[in-house]
């Protein structure tokens, strides 16, 4: 089955900075990579996702990115606010499969 | 917007004992999913279930487990003889599709069991 790893496990920044998390995935078949946001105590929310028939997509402060040649995504979010504090955790999907989810990051910014 | 809602929010029960934990999907979506965040760790799929069956299971979905759609709009997760290790946020989920535009999956806020 589907394999997804994600890092960093934990990411500081600084107000106004970018933070970038990354996934590889390690079924070729998947095509389907959405990005999702919890917050304490709450269910994952999407925020973002991205098909394999694009290599990237933005919207507002935050942007993925795709390389199926190397099975890597990337969740890039621009200048970062408090209110960006939370577990982000990547997932993938291909076909009738279902959503395999990586083990998370905890995005903490500092104002 | 339309959103997955979920009942209760939270649930304490003794080991042993059978809980059903409800969901009641987008209205226009006709795939569900059961998935478990046992504190602190990530979401693990349980089941998938399209026109009133299965479609797919995770080897954590094993016999103390059931789903079921009574009725037009509900979808339950019935979980049998609970053990200790059953305590965690139990997230409901739905799309439009399977596969292609509209696999968006959506969550419900989740219901968290304890068991003691």
């Known amino acids: 089955g589907e394999n997804v790893e994600q890092h960093p496990s934990t990411l500081s920044v600084q107000e106004g900075d970018s933070a970038v998390i990354k996934c590889t995935y390690s079924?070729?078949?998947?095509?389907?990579f959405p990005w999702y946001k919890q917050e304490l105590g709450k269910g994952p929310q999407l925020i973002i996702d991205?098909?394999?028939?694009?290599g990237e997509k933005k919207d507002q402060r935050i942007a993925v990115t795709l390389n199926k040649t190397a099975k890597h995504f990337s969740l890039h979010i621009t200048e970062t606010q408090p209110e960006d504090s939370a577990v982000y955790f990547c997932?993938?999907?291909?076909?009738?499969?279902?959503?395999?989810f990586g083990s998370g990051t905890r995005l903490q910014v500092q104002p | 917007e339309p959103e997955v809602t979920q009942t209760p929010s939270h649930q304490v029960t003794q080991m042993g004992q059978e809980v059903i934990l409800r969901c009641v999907p987008i209205?226009?979506?006709?795939?569900f999913y059961w998935y478990r965040q046992i504190l602190g760790q990530k979401v693990e799929f349980l089941v998938s279930?399209?026109?009133?069956?299965?479609?797919?299971k995770s080897e954590i979905f094993d016999d103390q487990f059931s789903v079921e759609r009574p009725d037009g709009s509900n979808f339950t997760l019935k979980i049998r003889s609970t053990k200790l290790e059953d305590s965690a946020m139990y997230f409901c989920?739905?799309?439009?599709?399977?596969?292609?535009?509209?696999?968006?999956?959506?969550f419900g806020e989740g219901s968290w069991l304890t068991v003691v």
């Open positions: 989920a739905s799309s439009e599709n399977v596969q292609g535009i509209g696999n968006t999956i959506y």
């Open positions: 079924d070729s078949a998947s095509n389907y």
């Open positions: 991205i098909r394999s028939n694009v």
């Open positions: 209205s226009n979506h006709l795939y």
């Open positions: 997932a993938a999907k291909g076909g009738r499969r279902a959503l395999t």
């Open positions: 279930f399209y026109n009133n069956e299965i479609s797919e």
